[in-house]
């Protein structure tokens, strides 16, 4: 049996379900049109208007009637009277009866009567009378109204990604706000009393706090409203202080640290007094010791994972980005893997699913090859920072030769 009781650990699929069934489906908000890019719509916006809403021209030329087009061509063009000129902006100009012509211009109301725009292009462009070479089926160069959309239909729906595309249409149906699916507000804590903050020279046996900055940035990546609390320091009280007053702000807290399957540090002593949290072993490397569970009344999720900065962003991205993707509601919880040709061979230790630091690029042949990045080590960050991929090594694989095909997790940011 190896650290943490190898032959007996949780598989990842099991644990992954776990971890998900904990976490909560923030009601949806209410948000000003700009504040809802990038999030999901969570109503039926239904169209009181027609888009567009009234017959527009599509083109600039002459608004005519069809019928007198007829027979129309470059040797015996039909020639008509010109009426009058109106422009974008200007009211409807009325009228045109038979045999009659109105200088438009693209998006000009159209009058009443005309049924067809003859472009420019088409004509000899006069101005007290136009000649026009061409015939034109009724409705050519026109858009009609509620072409696009009319009243009663659904501009935008549940679930619907709202981008550039979907904040032009709601404020084309006049909506100057929507009820949309909010970004999931996730706390990061790093524990340790060996740990300094940023721009701290650390003294012997002192590390740098990585994790909280790396993992605020990969929750932000996943979409989430990050709040990096920095370090819990080593006193029961004020880690307690600290975990109660997180949780009335987040729907997720996230805690990496050296934590212990065998007894209790400071952390998982102040865990206990305000919720309920167990650790176990998952057959997942690097990161085999895990945590989750619930804190105060409200039953806020936490996930403790480990506090090595590369087993903390593989823990992260295999069990936490999920998690925040299903709070947000997206349907697409996790990337897109490629298959891709192993080029170098690899270890992977017995009884664990391996997630390996990759680089994978295309093969000019076809496919995709990758090469492992590094050792193996948790601890490896720079070698993390200088791959673009996971290379999963499955659970009951301990070799990987040269030309085998592996399972390979393009690390894409915002993906």
């Keep these: 049996m190896t650290e943490h009781g190898a032959s007996s650990a949780r598989t990842v699929e099991s644990y992954l379900d776990a971890v998900l069934a904990l976490m909560p489906h923030p009601d949806p908000i209410e948000v000003a049109l700009l504040d809802a890019q990038g999030l999901l719509c969570a109503e039926e916006v239904i ?57 438009v211009t693209t998006g000009t109301l159209m009058p009443a009567g005309a049924d067809v725009v003859i472009p420019l292009s088409w004509t000899d462009r006069g101005v007290a009378r136009v000649a026009v070479r061409r015939e034109l089926p009724q409705g050519t160069y026109v858009r009609n109204k509620g072409e696009d959309v009319e009243p009663g239909d659904v501009a935008v729906s549940v679930g619907t990604p709202i981008g550039p595309a979907q904040v032009g249409l709601l404020a084309a149906v006049g909506r100057e706000r929507v009820l949309v699916s909010p970004r999931p507000r996730v706390v990061i804590i790093s524990a340790g009393h060996n740990l300094v903050d940023v721009g701290t020279t650390p003294g012997l046996g002192q590390s740098v706090d990585v994790n909280s900055y790396a993992l605020a940035a990969a929750a932000r990546d996943a979409d989430a409203e990050v709040y990096r ?39 998982q002593e102040a865990l206990s007094e305000v919720g309920e949290v167990s650790f176990e072993a998952v057959a997942i490397h690097p990161g085999a010791l895990q945590g989750s569970g619930t804190l105060g009344a409200a039953q806020t999720p936490v996930l403790c994972i480990p506090g090595d900065p590369v087993s903390a962003l593989v823990s992260f991205e295999v069990f936490i980005r999920p998690a925040i993707r299903l709070m947000a509601g997206k349907r697409q919880l996790f990337r897109r893997a490629v298959q891709a040709f192993c080029q170098v061979e690899m270890d992977s230790p ?58 390979v997790i393009p690390m894409l940011l915002g993906s």
């Design 47 to 103: 169209s009181d208007i027609s888009l567009p809403s009234n017959d527009h021209a599509a083109a600039d030329g002459y608004a005519v009637r069809g019928a007198d087009l007829r027979g129309a061509t470059d040797e015996e063009p039909a020639v008509l009277p010109v009426v009058g000129e109106a422009g974008l902006g200007d009211h409807a100009p009325g009228s045109i009866g038979s045999g009659m012509a109105l200088r």
């Design 229 to 267: 609390a920095g370090i819990g320091r080593d006193d029961k009280r004020r880690l307690v202080e600290l975990l109660e007053s997180q949780v009335i702000r987040s729907d997720l807290i996230v805690i990496s640290g050296r934590f212990s399957s065998d007894s209790f540090d400071l952390m």
């Design 350 to 407: 017995a009884g664990r699913r391996q997630y390996r630091r990759g680089q994978v690029k295309r093969h000019p042949d076809g496919g995709y090859v990758v090469s492992p990045v590094g050792g193996p080590g948790a601890h490896l960050l720079a070698n993390m920072a200088q791959s673009n991929s996971l290379i999963v090594v499955d659970q009951g694989v301990t070799k990987v030769p040269v030309g085998d095909m592996v399972t």
